[in-house]
């Protein structure tokens, strides 16, 4: 009988506290997989990349490439007990240390960018619930000036209307949240989020295929478009399962550190990827009802759905058709959605650089959490100017004339997927998987001689290593070169 948490005074580390059971890890590290990743990115992407043929793949990568990722993110972590830098260098001496630093130096630049894009769904949720911004025209003018303006802080009108106060506020609720601890911060935020997200999902859901033309967009969305398979089209769906899941830089490998001895942890990846790719496959029967009821309104054949445009420009609009009540309550209740997946994820972000420094360098929690989102903030400043104000940052001369935004979140999903083949390779390199397998076997008698245990063993040591290796490589070969060039 392996010792739980509970019995074994040495592994009970009540000072850096623990989850409070089941319910509340899958529901937290599910709450930082769904997130903006779920309802803005993955919709258009599968409008983009033939409907359900990216789907099929986004599921592949899933099940059989993150799936084993994840579970050995999450057994590190609750082995060595530790943030990530702690883990790879309690369990591989301190060189493995450094790909733990990676994995936190990524993490603080997601945040720095998710931060902000964060910070424009909560300021459409302020102004659609209770301003008048449903009162518009012209969308795009209004989301430009949005984004555009967050320097105009002299006027008080410019200050309430700008990004910046916003993204300031949603920074600063993370670090509340962050700030009181597992089980009284993050666990419980989660617990009250996340039941509420999936509510309004199904109602809104319910609400948009009543629309006229619904079915024209659930079509859209759902039947395979095989012209549409490319080899880009597998990159965006491993960059996506993989940002999705929250996977490849530690962050589940901190909360896993949190998990007591007990806790099942292959079960618990499973519903915790269920959880994530029902919430992304939901939201896309969310939009695009949405989005072909909005086509049908003004008989136009096609509006722009990929990037910013698809909850910014174009769901307001939407809203606007609405009319005034109607709108108020379905936009409001839409962009709260948001809000509340994207502040379950910023705490996961942020919670891995403080565990960091609370682990490592002995710091307070409170402080440290308070200190780093400042940090992160100021990092953020640049994704805000590069929508505009700015000329120099707003276009990368170097970088194929994309905006600092896309080049800091490319950079991102390359080290996610690296991230996740170097953690392969540390396990059966370095930690051994046989390691792996006897922290799995805690919680879970079962696992010992199952088949499951035998298709990690294979997946960890050759399957995901070579694949997210090889594919990795060629994602940096088509970001810089362009694969076309090549083969
Ligand atoms: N998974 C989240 C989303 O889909 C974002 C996120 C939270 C994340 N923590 C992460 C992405 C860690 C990568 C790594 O929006």
């Not at 493995?96 to 902000?116: D, E, H, Q, R």
């Not at 089980?183 to 509510?199: F, R, S, T």
Request: proline residues 4%.
């Amino acid at each position: 009988m392996p010792a739980s948490n509970d019995s074994n005074p040495k592994l009970y580390m009540a000072n850096r506290g623990n989850f409070s059971g089941r319910i509340g890890f899958i529901l937290t590290a599910a709450g930082s997989a769904v997130g903006l990743g779920n309802i803005w990115k993955f919709p258009y992407l599968a409008g983009q990349n033939g409907g359900a043929v990216f789907l099929f793949i986004y599921l592949f990568c899933i099940f059989v490439l993150c799936y084993p990722v994840m579970v050995g993110e999450i057994s590190i972590g609750r082995n060595a007990g530790l943030d990530a830098y702690g883990s790879y260098s309690k369990l591989g001496g301190k060189r493995w240390g450094y790909l733990g630093l990676f994995g936190i130096l990524t993490g603080i630049f997601i945040l720095s960018f998710y931060n902000v894009v964060a910070g424009w769904a909560f300021g459409y949720f302020l102004h659609i619930s209770f301003g008048d911004l449903l009162l518009e025209k012209d969308f795009g003018a209004f989301f430009n000036l949005f984004v555009n303006d967050i320097f105009d802080l002299t006027s008080p009108e410019g200050f309430a209307n700008s990004n910046f106060l916003f993204s300031i506020v949603f920074m600063a609720m993370t670090a509340f949240i962050v700030a009181r601890g597992i089980q009284k911060g993050i666990e419980a935020a989660n617990k009250i989020m996340m039941p509420i997200l999936y509510l309004i999902l199904i109602c809104i859901i319910v609400y948009s295929l009543t629309l006229p033309n619904a079915m024209s967009g659930v079509r859209f969305y759902l039947i395979p478009d095989i012209n549409e398979l490319k080899i880009q089209t597998v990159f965006e769906g491993l960059k996506q399962a993989f940002f999705s899941l929250s996977l490849g830089m530690g962050t589940l490998m901190t909360y896993g550190s949190y998990l007591k001895k007990n806790e099942n942890i292959p079960s618990s990846v499973a519903v915790i990827s269920l959880a994530d790719t029902s919430v992304a496959f939901l939201a896309g029967l969310m939009v695009f009802p949405l989005v072909h009821f909005l086509q049908f309104k003004l008989q136009v054949t096609e509006v722009a759905t990929a990037g910013p445009p698809l909850i910014f420009i174009v769901l307001p609009q939407i809203f606007h058709e609405m009319g005034p009540l109607l709108g108020r309550l379905v936009g409001g209740l839409f962009f709260l959605l948001v809000c509340f997946a994207a502040l379950t994820s910023t705490i996961s972000l942020l919670e891995v650089p403080v565990a960091y420094l609370v682990d490592q360098k002995k710091l307070s929690r409170r402080n440290v959490s308070w200190a780093t989102a400042l940090l992160i903030f100021v990092l953020g400043l640049p994704v805000m100017v590069s929508q505009g104000m700015v000329p120099a940052l707003n276009k990368l001369a170097f970088y194929k004339g994309q905006d600092y935004l896309v080049f800091i979140a490319d950079m991102c999903d390359i080290s996610l997927t690296v991230g996740g083949c170097l953690m392969c390779i540390f396990i059966t390199r370095r930690w051994k998987i046989k390691n792996m397998h006897e922290e799995l076997e805690q919680g879970n008698p079962g696992y010992k001689n199952s088949f499951l245990k035998k298709y990690l063993t294979y997946a960890i040591q050759y399957v995901c290593p070579v694949l997210l290796g090889i594919l990795s490589i060629l994602i940096i070969i088509d970001k810089f070169v362009g694969i076309g060039e090549i083969f």
